[in-house]
């Protein structure tokens, strides 16, 4: 079995059982489904890039921001929740810099990540909940092929698939008894990309915040 069907396997596990452990003595318990959407805010990634021959260069991006969005399934029962999430992003690539020697870029990297998350609520009044909680799952990240010019110092794309976590905090407003909208900031840690090239790149290990305004209702 793949490393990557083993994650999906055991976050599946995770997040029936999550889903499922509420239902017991929770009559006040509600699912749910929902959206969001909005900005990550990565600067730079650095990388170390192998030429071969013991021929190493310390590499780094320059970022701009882009798009983060994510889909949710989940239930809530008192004061905890429990969700399922699907999360993608997209990153754009502003300047690369190896030693000395600079460019413009405009490719673009992405990402994407499956998470069982786990959240505190508390109701600050009758319309306003604030909440926090956590996420572990399976994640790719994927960065495109890069370079300096013309045939020179060119690298990638690289790719990793492996364990991701995240940390999420924000504030939701009932808009009706079914719905409510919510502003949230999330930090996402993800596989860091490699490639065996030539020349061989590795990236740094990164971990970025993202902003996004969502939308949830109950069923």
Partial sequence: MSNMTQWCARLGVIAAATLLCTQAGAADAVRYWGAHAGVNTPTS???????????????RLDLDRGAHAG??????????????????????????????????????????ALF????????????????VGAGIGWGRATMPRVGLGDGCSCFGPASQSGFAWQLRAGLGYRVSAQSSVSLQTTWLALPRPEAEGPPAVRYARKRFGALTLGYSRQF
Avoid: C
Wanted: hydrophobic share 35%.
């Fill in 45 to 59: 990634w650095n990388a170390q890039v192998d030429y071969g021959a013991g021929s190493l260069a310390t590499a």
């Fill in 116 to 131: 069982a998350n786990v959240y505190r609520v508390e109701q600050l009044n009758e319309s306003i909940d604030a909440f």
């Fill in 71 to 112: 889909l949710v399934l989940g239930r809530q029962s008192g004061h905890a929740r429990y969700e399922l999430e699907y999360e993608a992003g997209r990153m754009k690539t502003k300047r690369l810099t190896i030693g000395p020697r600079s460019a413009a870029l405009g490719a673009r990297g992405r990402y994407q």
